[in-house]
């Protein structure tokens, strides 16, 4: 459509607003690239001679206490930046942000500012992020942000204004004249002309709510109280500030702090202007120009300082902060991986651990051997005394060798080794200052110490305390490796000293350049110690603790309502309990070595078995054991493979079906031989009720007596009962009598709801009868067939129905192998011959344990908490 003559003035106006507008949003932005301009100009003209590694030195050579006193200052700063946002949150939104999150969040964002520039898109974006969640909406954070910079500017003015008052006599441009007789110099009038209006606003704002309106903008003013709030943080703000940059300049330089601080001032108030990130460059040229300190590489070097300090370092914190609050309110969106990662990464925590104590360890040995600190203690010694230093070395070797030492407890996931070791790796840290300043050694132990205490939940396992006297236990084995290591740091230490001036000193003899000495007392403590730790484990190591004689009478009713006999052998006094919680089940088991041993598989209702099982392995995990469970039936081997462990088959299980039983037939041959020839012999067979047991105690001692002493053994333990009148006044006796004498009997174990009987001790005297054993067996079977029992359990019989094949596992052949060749040993197969007579059903029984290297130690310490000895798993 063509234009119309008419609209043309109208559209030329339009352009010309619009233009206008244009070049007034750009103004501010090209007098910011004026002024940084005309600074770089002006720092080139005045740093124009100072070289780079002038200005390395000079930052070099400012006084560390100058540096502290900066960071003291800077503190002081950004607390006071923080509190510009309390206030202006308690006037804008009042009641709904944290007064800590506000603080937090007001110097936060003036450190990213100070550190990227645009103010209002970054310290906008950081409040926004840090007080939407608390239901602030946007224009809510714009008010807020416009009230804290409503605060800077008005205290910027206020101390500018007492800087003039306080009279900056040697300020360029206000010492060259001087005021009239009886009236005040020009500047103290203008500060005092400053300081009225600034009062005026104050009292102007009172204490009722008072609004700003810009446009559409509405700002809500604080009262009067909280405006003085404001300005007196704004003057510690910039107090702290300026003397941050006093005390990193050279004093020649900067003359007195009120003069400095208006400078300051100024030079803020030209940086803000300049639009550049922290006002770089602008405020450097201000600063450089009023102090007429061009060409000063000093003075370069201080600024350079102070932008380390309170730009650089403030902002680091400030994004540390950030990352850490989003990783608190993102926690739910981070826990799932994070667990998964910790899953992942828990089984290698034990051994990572004990590398760390290893190589703070090994650290500590080398350092002590080969110490090579003289110009660090020559500081040293203007600080702390000559005996301080050496007790520090001496301290430091032995540290060393603990840590070696509680590696393996910690490999173990002992909770005493983790505290052992973050104690002793701080300590060491410590002692590596105390030897000679070795603060990279000290700085290493310390992030050793901090990744060994964020694991602290995998270092959970509390060993009672006879099971591991103390931290320090180790095995002869690895004790040998420790000594290997110290020996080798001995070593290399006399290497390195052996040509030294004072290699053939003393070693009592103490002095600042005597490393030879102290090498030689630091070897002399680690042997000590070496020599120590093996003289505890050798006179210090505790037997295994007995179980308590009280038997819970909840173990006495469960194994009541037992249908498996051997759950009798819970009655024996010897074991502790893993009981249920409704006390209906149990886990009968006894500690052996470095293994918790369980007797069978869990008694109880066929419900707790699993979960009792389970508890039992955590058991043996929180106590540092290795778990076992020695003679348990193939019905729960899925149950103990998902818990990772291996099987062994230990032999068969001999059960006799009572139903059909009888002495008829030519299968029965010898058992009828063996009854007719016993009553031929004179024997007669009964059975001796619980009740009648105590008085005949002592003829039953006399045959067991004669028993022992006809076998050259001792009594079993553990899995078989032995000689105990406790025990076997718990149980009917069956006896064999002779002339009304007893010469053998066996206790009889009943399972509950007569579903089979079982015998444990089974003793006669030698003059007894060749027969004796298939009389009593005979009459046995008997008596439980006329009892209504359905099954009689005749034991084990130890290695019988292992694989012998070239594919077998190892244990399978070598069982089957001592089995055929055993019989100097044990006469495993004449045991086997001996139950096959009563034509039983065999079923296989397993020893449940750790695979790999722990399946050998495993089987020693059930062969020794059952006999004594590693042939103890084959005996019966």
């Not at 202007?273 to 922290?278: C, E, F």
């Not at 680690?526 to 006179?539: E, K």
Request: hydrophobic content about 55%.
């Amino acid at each position: 459509m063509p234009t119309s003559p008419e609209s043309l003035p109208l559209q030329e106006d339009a352009a010309r607003v619009v233009a206008t507008s244009q070049i007034r949003r750009l103004l501010p932005s090209i007098a910011g690239l004026c002024i940084a301009a005309l600074a770089l100009a002006v720092l080139h003209h005045t740093l124009g001679s100072v070289t780079l590694s002038a200005v390395s030195d000079a930052l070099d050579q400012i006084p560390r206490a100058a540096l502290a006193l900066a960071c003291l200052f800077t503190g002081i700063s950004f607390a006071a930046i923080g509190v510009y946002d309390l206030v202006a949150v308690e006037t804008v939104a009042p009641g709904r942000i944290p007064r800590l999150l506000a603080a937090a969040t007001g110097a936060g964002g003036y450190a990213a500012s100070n550190a990227l520039g645009f103010p209002l898109l970054t310290q906008g974006a950081l409040r926004y992020r840090a007080y939407g969640p608390h239901a602030v909406a946007l224009g809510d954070v714009g008010r807020i942000l416009g009230a804290s910079w409503f605060a800077l500017l008005v205290s910027l003015v206020t101390m500018a204004a007492v800087a003039l008052v306080l009279g900056p006599a040697n300020l360029p441009g206000f010492h060259g004249g001087a005021a009239p007789a009886g009236m005040p110099r020009a500047e103290v009038t203008a500060g005092l002309a400053i300081l009225g209006l600034v009062a005026g606003l104050v009292l102007w704002l009172g204490r009722r709510e008072r609004v700003l309106r810009l446009a559409r903008f509405s700002m809500r003013l604080p009262t009067t109280r909280a405006a003085l709030v404001q300005i007196g943080a704004g003057i510690v703000d910039l107090t702290a500030a300026a003397a941050t940059l006093y005390v990193l300049l050279p004093a020649d330089a900067v003359g007195s702090f009120p003069a400095f601080a208006l400078i300051y001032v100024a030079a803020t108030v030209v940086g803000i202007a300049s639009h550049a990130p922290g006002g770089l460059g602008a405020f450097e040229a201000t600063l450089v120009a009023s102090l007429g300190a061009g060409g000063r590489a000093d003075v370069l070097g201080g600024l350079l300082a102070y932008r380390i300090v309170y730009t650089l370092l403030p902002f680091l914190v400030a994004m540390l902060g950030l990352a850490g609050t989003e990783i608190v309110r993102r926690r739910a969106a981070f826990a799932g991986p994070a667990r998964a990662a910790a899953r992942l990464m828990e089984p290698m925590v034990p051994r990572a651990a004990a590398g760390i104590a290893l190589a703070g360890g090994v650290m500590l040995l080398a350092s002590g051997a080969t110490r090579d600190l003289a110009a660090r203690i020559e500081i040293l010694s203007q600080v702390v005394p000559l005996p301080f230093v050496e007790a520090s070395h001496f301290a430091a070797s032995l540290v060393g060798l603990a840590l070696l030492v509680l590696a393996r407890g910690l490999n173990r996931r002992l909770a005493r080794a983790w505290r052992f070791a973050l104690m002793l790796l701080v300590l060491g840290a410590a002692f590596s200052l105390g030897k000679g300043l070795d603060w990279e050694e000290a700085c290493l132990l310390g992030t050793l110490a901090a990744l060994l205490a964020a694991f602290r939940a995998s270092f959970y396992r509390c060993p009672p305390p006879a099971a591991q006297a103390t931290p320090f236990t180790w095995s002869r084995p690895a004790l040998a490796g420790v000594a290997a290591l110290v020996t080798g740091a001995s070593g290399l230490g006399f290497v390195a000293w052996r040509h030294c001036a004072d290699a053939d000193a003393l070693w009592w003899q103490v002095n600042w350049d005597g490393d030879a000495p102290s090498l030689i007392r630091a070897s002399f403590a680690l042997m000590a110690g070496m020599a120590a730790i093996g003289f505890d484990n050798a006179v210090n190591r505790r037997g295994e603790p007995r179980a308590e004689p009280e038997i819970p009478q909840a173990v006495v009713e469960a194994v009541a309502r037992a249908p498996g006999a051997s759950a009798a052998l819970a009655l024996l006094g010897d074991k502790a309990f893993l009981t249920s919680a409704d006390g209906q089940g149990f886990v009968m088991y006894a500690r052996a070595g470095r293994s918790l041993v369980a007797l069978g598989e869990p008694v109880g209702p066929a419900g707790t078995a699993p979960e009792l099982a389970w508890a039992f392995r955590e058991l043996a995990d929180r106590t540092a054991a290795r778990p076992v469970f020695y003679g348990v039936g193939p019905e729960n081997l899925p149950l103990f493979l998902d818990m990772g462990l291996a099987a062994l088959k230990l032999g068969e299980v001999a059960r006799v079906p009572l139903a059909d039983f009888s002495l008829k037939g030519p299968a029965r041959h010898d058992l009828r031989y063996g009854a007719r020839r016993a009553e031929k012999e004179g024997l007669t067979f009964a059975i001796l009720p619980r009740a009648e047991v105590p008085a005949a105690m002592e003829e039953l001692r006399a045959v067991s007596d004669a028993w022992l002493a006809m076998k050259s053994g001792s009594e079993k333990r553990f899995s078989l009962g032995y000689f105990d009148p406790a025990y076997l006044a718990r149980f009917d006796i069956a006896v064999m009598r002779k002339e009304g004498r007893i010469v053998a009997f066996a206790n009889l174990w009943r399972g509950a709801d007569r579903n089979e009987v079982a015998i444990d001790l089974i003793r006669y005297t030698p003059d007894a009868s060749r027969v004796i054993m298939d009389a009593l067996f005979a009459n046995l079977l008997l008596a439980a067939k006329d009892e209504g029992y359905r099954w009689f359990n005749l034991g084990a019989a130890p290695l019988s129905g292992l694989v012998d094949r070239r594919l077998a596992s190892r244990w399978n052949r070598f069982g089957a192998f001592l089995y055929r060749r055993g019989a100097d040993l044990y006469s495993f197969d004449g045991l086997r011959t001996f139950k096959q007579k009563f034509d039983p059903v065999w079923t296989p029984y397993y020893l449940i344990c750790p695979g790999g290297l722990g399946t050998p130690r495993a089987l020693l310490d059930v062969a020794t908490l059952v006999n004594g000895s590693p042939f103890g798993l084959i005996r019966r």
